[in-house]
């Protein structure tokens, strides 16, 4: 630890932030130790320079918005939100008001803004967990939290269950440790507390409400390939589809020879592949019976139902090889209708189609008042309709949310797409995982998709969605 936290240990300690005794806290266990960080609006100094450190991992951490835990975070987080220029956005620990425009939450934002959560002190996770659920419930993504102070006494593993990743300044072991090497407390009372942290530990919180289990699903959507894929994604215990943006059809499937038996999909383009035919597309086909996964080519249609109806059955006879096919909402309801229309009736259970709600490009459209739009077309088709391409929990659980931009390294490319980490995607709302350059430019292929079928489905399957 630096001299300079050093010093400001001593500050919080002189302060009262730190006391000894014996308190009972929220959860009713007795403790040797209590931490509270209110006294601390009284100090302007000390309230700046911790906001500042709060405000060097808050720009390195990715989020649209910042939220203090209430009460005791507010201060904090109002001047981490203005060092940052960051929006801050307010929960009202008490509920919506019963006047005026009765808000939950206080602050401009829109449905799918991704929030960071600041709190002054972590022991079981519930404070935060409460937030969360409230800025789930009105559309916002949470999958970071930043604390002062982590007890260490189980609760960033709670949140962890719950799809939130903590970044904490202190540690309760550490900071003991530093107060005793600076003669401030006694051995005693160090060991007595390190004895605390480490029998003492909180049992996962379950305020962050569940959504429907996959077997609820099976039971509630209308679309019939939605139990199909689910029950592909249960056997393999994987929810990746692989993005296979290649230029020749060998290469693709030398891929699926590679990776077939860890994705549940294969999307491809294939308008890019040049030497792709109407034959290529039932060998396509013929692969993923073997391997067991579904097909989805990225036609983006977004025309007319004449047209699109025409282009479905048309020279590359997308329709005979593709059990799902990409859909732009731009033309309206009819682009999904002709689609429909232009499948013989007892193809309709085994063809689906995926709404285009969202992007994960820099700058995209697709947003606000669109993204609604497209969720209305979906709920006129629920038995064609299997999901959407999205990039937050949006629309009904009888849809399966596809998310693309999905890599180990959340970073972004020169082109304006954004990455994001499989855990981040599913605790945005994500069922599949779209996964592309991460794999296919690997040096080994399989043990990146291996990887990423590893995380994705635990965090999937964590979530029980």
Known sequence: MLRDDRSLLRKLFDLGVVKFGSFTLKSGILSPVYISFRSVVSDCELLTSLSEIIAEVVKRTEGDQVCGVPYGALAIATLVANQCKKPLIICRKEGAKTHGTKQVIEGVFKSGDSCIIIDDVLTSGTSICEVTNILRKEGLTVSNAIVLLDRCQGGAENLREHGIDVQSIFRLDQVIKEYAAMGMIEEELTLKIEKFIAETPTGIVSKIPNYPMQADRLTNSECKL????????????????????????????????????????????HDIIEDFSAEKGLMLKELSEKYQFLVVEDRKFADIGNTVKEQYAGKFKVSDWADIVTVHGIAGSGTVEGLKTALPEEMLQERAVLLIAEMSSDGSLAVGDYSKGVLEIAEKFPDFVMGFVCQSRIGSDKFLRWMPGIHLAAEGDSLGQKYKLPEAAVAQGADILIVGRCIINADDPVAVVKECQKRGYAAWDAFGY
């Open 226 to 269: 939605i139990p199909k894929l689910l029950s592909i994604m249960k056997s393999k215990q994987t929810n990746l589809c692989l993005s296979a943006d290649y230029t020749s059809f060998e290469a693709i499937e030398k891929i699926c020879h590679q990776v077939g038996n860890y994705i549940c999909a294969l999307k491809v383009h």
